[in-house]
T-cell receptor, first 118, second 114 residues
Framework: AQKVTQAQTEISVVEKEDVTLDCVYETRDTTYYLFWYKQPPSGELVFLIRRNSFDEQNEISGRYSWNFQKSTSSFNFTITASQVVDSAVYFCALSEANPTDSWGKLQFGAGTQVVVTP | NAGVTQTPKFQVLKTGQSMTLQCAQDMNHEYMSWYRQDPGMGLRLIHYSVGAGITDQGEVPNGYNVSRSTTEDFPLRLLSAAPSQTSVYFC?????????????FGPGTRLTVL
């Protein structure tokens, strides 16, 4: 079963528009971690943020902000005033407890392609 | 620091050929892992290692072998390549590998099996 769902396959916006990427996760654990990674057209994976399940404070980093809501099992990501350089695939990932070990295996969503046009 | 490096960047194989994808990190990380990325499926874990001499299987291990003789290196071997192994392969590392540790990824290897 898919543990991390990114329902939006592709989002297209015009520069300076805001864009919100949805991430819904599924876990039975009380302690887990959520991540966002960016994959620009060059192909590498760039770490953006990590959030643990006990910290529901929203976070803002420049034009990026994250909204973590345990009640809805969501960890959404907003890019404010988008720029062409934001064009990339964005992945949400979950790291949860394993019954047999505590190693940090990441479970990724399918990714959301963001296309920002000038 | 170079971080996580992978070679080659691109590779084309014929069905049945074998090859090794190289991965190295210079951050003294204990945990290393291999993922494959396929369209519409995100990244899936192939194998991982929590230290030199210790490896284990991930979600999609069939057709791949790994070993970890040093902290720095974690090669991925394809024993007999199949078209289903056409994918982009990413190596990642993290300091300890415990749940919640941030994993840092290499630039990827794009593999095509004909």
């Amino acid at each position: 079963a898919q543990k991390v769902t990114q329902a939006q396959t592709e989002i297209s916006v015009v520069e300076k528009e805001d864009v919100t990427l949805d991430c819904v996760y599924e876990t039975r654990d009380t302690t887990y971690y959520l991540f966002w990674y960016k994959q620009p057209p060059s192909g590498e994976l760039v770490f953006l943020i990590r959030r643990n399940s006990f910290d529901e404070q929203n976070e803002i980093s420049g034009r990026y902000s994250w909204n973590f809501q345990k009640s809805t099992s969501s960890f959404n990501f907003t890019i404010t005033a988008s720029q062409v350089v934001d064009s990339a695939v964005y992945f949400c990932a979950l790291s949860e407890a394993n019954p047999t070990d505590s190693w940090g295996k990441l479970q990724f969503g399918a990714g959301t392609q963001v296309v920002v046009t000038p | 620091n170079a971080g996580v490096t992978q070679t080659p960047k691109f590779q084309v194989l014929k069905t049945g050929q074998s090859m090794t994808l190289q991965c190295a990190q210079d951050m003294n990380h204990e945990y290393m892992s291999w993922y494959r990325q396929d369209p519409g499926m995100g990244l899936r874990l192939i194998h991982y290692s929590v230290g030199a001499g210790i490896t284990d299987q991930g979600e999609v291990p069939n057709g791949y072998n790994v070993s970890r003789s040093t902290t720095e290196d974690f090669p991925l071997r394809l024993l007999s390549a199949a078209p289903s192994q056409t994918s982009v392969y990413f190596c990642a590392s993290s300091p300890t590998g415990v749940r919640g540790d941030t994993q840092y990824f290499g630039p990827g290897t794009r593999l095509t099996v004909l």
